[in-house]
């Protein structure tokens, strides 16, 4: 019987060099994996592999050595440890993500709920080629936002409170671009400069600085035999609703334009930035 090789692949089950042997990704959400799955994979591995599993540059993670005819047996082993088998090919991939808020001091938007958002939005979504998430919790960017073909960065848009303010600078001194200046006992942000990085209003003493939680999107990040920074289109996003709005319109002019194999980045520059960015602030504004 033919081996169906396409949708093996699909499912997660990669071929290997070594006939008839499959590395197998796992469906990992936010680079979070628990005890109970651990155990399980750490299981199927001794079992169904060599004892091993590889850890993807994208926070996922693969049994390699998995035998064809122990496909099915492999798959429902999984499950009885609530790990499913991730996807490969020209469909959304892994929602990777860094711990943001919940753990890290420097967060400012909660990443693994996004990205278990997004993951149950989009994840194997069918599209003309392969497309990724990103999701960094503020500007250390540890995700590296904009290698993906959208990445998000949570950020704070900041707010100066006068009558909450002991002209201590040490915000002056937190800020990283320059944005704030203290002059004649007063508060200066030049919004230019400021890149939502919340140091300011972190390092606060007073907690002088109304906070804003939001997103800064980008687009047509590729990171592989191409190189490109993904770019944004609106600064700062700070409606939820909105960011999903504009990460719809993102897949579904991708889903639109692109040609079989094409990636996000050379769908963008091929139809056009302008028409792009366009289709973008539509959804933003529209309600």
């Known amino acids: 019987m033919a081996v169906d090789y396409g949708t093996l692949k699909k499912g997660g089950f990669m071929r290997q060099k070594q ?21 399980k994979i750490a299981q199927v591995a001794e079992t169904y592999g060599q ?24 798959k429902a082993a999984l499950a009885d440890g609530d790990v499913e088998p991730g996807v490969c090919g020209p469909r959304v991939r892994t929602i990777t993500a860094c711990q943001g808020e919940a753990i890290c ?18 994840f194997a979504r069918e599209l003309p080629h392969k497309f990724k998430f990103g999701i960094t919790g503020c500007q250390n960017n540890c995700l ?18 006068p009558d909450s303010c002991i002209q201590c600078g040490v915000c002056v001194k937190a800020c990283r671009s320059g944005a704030i200046a203290l002059k004649n006992g007063k508060i200066k942000v030049a919004q230019e400069k400021c890149n939502f990085c919340g140091r300011c209003a972190k390092t606060c003493p007073t907690n002088a600085y109304e906070e804003k939680h ?72 529209n309600e």
Not at 67 to 73: A, G, P, S
Not at 109 to 117: N, Q, R, S
Not at 247 to 276: L, S
């Open 105 to 122: 001091p420097g967060g400012c938007v909660d990443t693994y709920a996004l990205a278990k958002e997004l993951d149950d939005r989009y």
């Open 51 to 74: 004892g091993y599993v590889h850890l993807t540059s994208r926070q996922s993670v693969e049994i390699p050595y998995i035998r064809l005819e122990q496909v099915d047996e492999v």
């Open 144 to 161: 590296k936002a904009e290698e993906n073909d959208v990445g998000i960065k949570g950020g704070i848009q900041v707010k100066w409170i």
């Open 214 to 285: 939001g997103y800064i999107v980008s687009f047509g990040g590729l990171f592989g035999n191409s190189i490109y920074k993904g770019e944004s289109v609106i600064p700062f996003v700070a409606d939820h609703e909105k960011l999903l709005r504009v990460c719809d319109a993102a897949i579904v002019f991708f889903e639109k334009h692109a040609n079989p194999g094409e990636r996000f980045r050379f769908t963008i520059d091929r139809v056009g930035k302008e028409a792009f960015e366009k289709v973008i602030k539509e959804a933003y504004e």
């Open 19 to 39: 006939k008839n042997h499959f590395s197998l990704r796992l469906r990992i959400v936010g680079g979070t994996v628990t005890a109970k799955q651990l155990a």
